[in-house]
């Protein structure tokens, strides 16, 4: 019976690789597309003092998403105490130097958020845990 099971993954585990995803040039510039919108409205994010009640802006504190370093998530984060993800770094800097509310980790402002940050490193070596 083990040894049936093991086959039967097996089996699952090749036809998942023979089926993978396909993509054509067009769904890749399509794509590009859609992630440079992102971005751009992550900026626009990263910069609106109404994301937070007193009028301070991402921006101010990172000026082009200096200093956010998401190549390092997850690490710990002092502030929260434990290991943590940029999202909910992020929502620490909301919630306390913008004074505004947390959001959905799957809000679209997040998602926005994370990719501008992001892509503001594009190119530093991934180095999660570090300080």
Same mark, same amino acid.
């Given at each position: 019976m083990k040894k049936m099971t093991m086959y039967l993954y097996s089996l699952i585990f090749i036809a998942g690789a023979v089926h993978a995803d396909e993509f054509t040039q067009q769904d890749l510039k399509l794509w590009k597309v859609e992630y440079e919108s992102v971005v751009h409205k992550g900026r626009k994010v990263f910069?609106?003092?109404k994301l937070? #009640?007193? #009028? +301070?802006?991402?921006?101010e504190c990172h000026p082009n998403a200096t200093n956010t370093h998401?190549? #390092?998530?997850? %690490?710990? @984060? %002092? @502030?929260?105490? %434990? +290991? *943590? #993800?940029? *999202?909910?770094m992020i929502n620490w800097c909301i919630a306390n130097p913008l004074e505004g509310k947390k959001m959905a980790l799957d809000d679209p402002r997040m998602i926005a958020l994370i990719a501008y940050i992001t892509e503001e490193r594009?190119? +530093?070596t991934l180095e999660p845990g570090k300080h």
């Open positions: 910069i609106d003092p937070g #009640t007193n #009028t +301070v802006t991402c921006n998401p190549e #390092t998530y997850p %690490k710990f @984060q %002092k @502030q929260l105490g %434990k +290991v *943590a #993800t940029m *999202a909910e594009r190119g +530093v």
